[in-house]
């Protein structure tokens, strides 16, 4: 699964070098944009088969009421998992809304809902920490998140403190020296890729 994953984001062409902000307002030299992955329907259907192997080697389906998708890139993801485990799918919004019903999650969580969160990677773990906390706060239990990439900056270790276990496919030092080995980026990319994980 690692191997193929990797040659899936070198085919759509995923991982982008330049300067980048990321969503936790870090810069980063390099940006892995799995938002790309929807448009191509193959990849889209290997990545879910990817995400669901992972979540039941490691979880089963059993430990979880429904499946929760972090906003944006990972709400594809998530309402495909849902439909084809046939559990009950929701998303968080990023804030409130300000108009309808107001809320910050849409969908339906009932007090003691056991919730399975869905996001394409990790980098600091703010946006799963806030969707926690969200679903949290209306009664919902949150002790899992599956992504397919952890870029290895903290997110893991801040969701443990935190009481949740982040389940991850594949971690960015394996993704940079896969690309390598297939000739897909340079040396020095490389070594970009690995440098900004020590920052």
Known sequence: MKEELCQILARIGALKFGVFTLTSRRTSPYYIDLRLVPSFPDALQRVCDFYLSLIRGDLGTEGFDRVAGIPTAGIPFASII?????????????????????????????????????????TTGHSLRRSAAAIRAEGGLVTDAVVLLDREEGGRERLAKEGVKVHCLLKMDEVAKRLYDMGVITEEQMKLILKQMKK
Do not use: C, N, S
């Open 82 to 122: 849902a439909y084809r485990l046939q559990k009950p799918f929701l998303y968080v919004r990023p804030t409130r809304r300000l108009h309808g019903r107001e809320r910050r999650i849409e969908g339906v969580v009932m007090p003691g809902d056991r919730i399975l969160l869905i996001d394409d990677l990790i």
